[in-house]
């Protein structure tokens, strides 16, 4: 069993929908938790960031953790066709130097 | 600002050659950081540098896989003898001393034959 498990999708959305992104774990040392957005042909980009447990907005992206429950979600609102990638949930643990333990990542189309 | 940058993008090499894989990390980032992305699977962790320091190179699959950054700046990630299964995106981030938010490069796609 991997540490971070993530439906690979793929999802498809009409443009304007909430779209809900999530990921689960197993490793209850993780602390700090990322999406990163991940465009065909190109590296991971880092959306969103966030230290223990607790909501994060920025823009139209919320982040939210759960750490009873080694859950953690991304929500998009008013989704845009260029919202349209690969979206990686990544979690990191105290003393591991940053390490970064990945999801497999979830295609997202945006149809207009 | 400049972000990470990586050379070559593409790489071709037939089974049993070498090859060198570059990164130029942000300017002023301490920490840097390889993984490995196979085709449809999420990065994953190679090894780590703080400064010139290699702390971490527990995931490097065998040794065949080499890391240097011997002045804290640029690295280079080399593989020995290349094998199919070698063949995989190589991502190369950078962050702060924190090393929590890293940035990552476009990758070089390695493919051998």
């Known amino acids: 069993q991997k540490e971070v498990e993530q439906d690979p999708g793929p999802l498809s959305v009409p443009e304007g929908a909430i779209v809900s992104l999530n990921c689960t774990y197993s490793?209850?040392?993780?602390?700090?938790f990322m999406w990163y957005r991940q465009y065909s042909r190109k590296g991971p980009e880092l959306l969103m960031y966030?230290?223990?447990?607790g909501n994060k907005e920025d823009g139209r992206f919320t982040a939210q953790v759960d750490k009873s429950s080694k859950y953690i979600s991304l929500f998009i609102r008013d989704s845009q066709p260029s919202d349209s990638a690969t979206y990686l949930c990544?979690?990191?643990?105290?003393?591991?130097?940053?390490?970064?333990?990945f999801g497999q990542g979830t295609e997202l189309s945006v149809k207009p | 600002g400049a972000g990470v940058s990586q050379s070559p993008r593409y790489k071709v090499a037939k089974r049993g050659q070498d090859v060198a894989l570059r990164c130029d990390p942000i300017?002023?980032?301490?920490?840097l950081f390889w993984y490995q992305q196979a085709l449809g699977q999420g990065p994953e962790f190679l090894t780590y540098?703080?400064?010139?320091?290699?702390?971490?190179k527990s995931g490097l699959p065998s040794d065949r896989f080499f890391a240097e950054r011997p002045e804290g700046s640029v690295s280079t990630l080399k593989i020995q003898r290349t094998q199919q299964e070698d063949s995989a995106v190589y991502l190369c981030?950078?962050?702060?001393?924190?090393?929590?938010?890293?940035?990552f490069g476009p990758g070089t796609r390695l493919t051998v034959t």
């Open positions: 981030a950078s962050g702060d001393l924190r090393a929590y938010e890293q940035y």
């Open positions: 490793n209850s040392a993780f602390q700090y």
């Open positions: 966030t230290y223990s447990s």
């Open positions: 990544a979690m990191s643990a105290l003393g591991q130097g940053g390490k970064l333990i």
């Open positions: 300017s002023g980032h301490v920490s």
């Open positions: 540098f703080q400064n010139e320091a290699q702390l971490d």
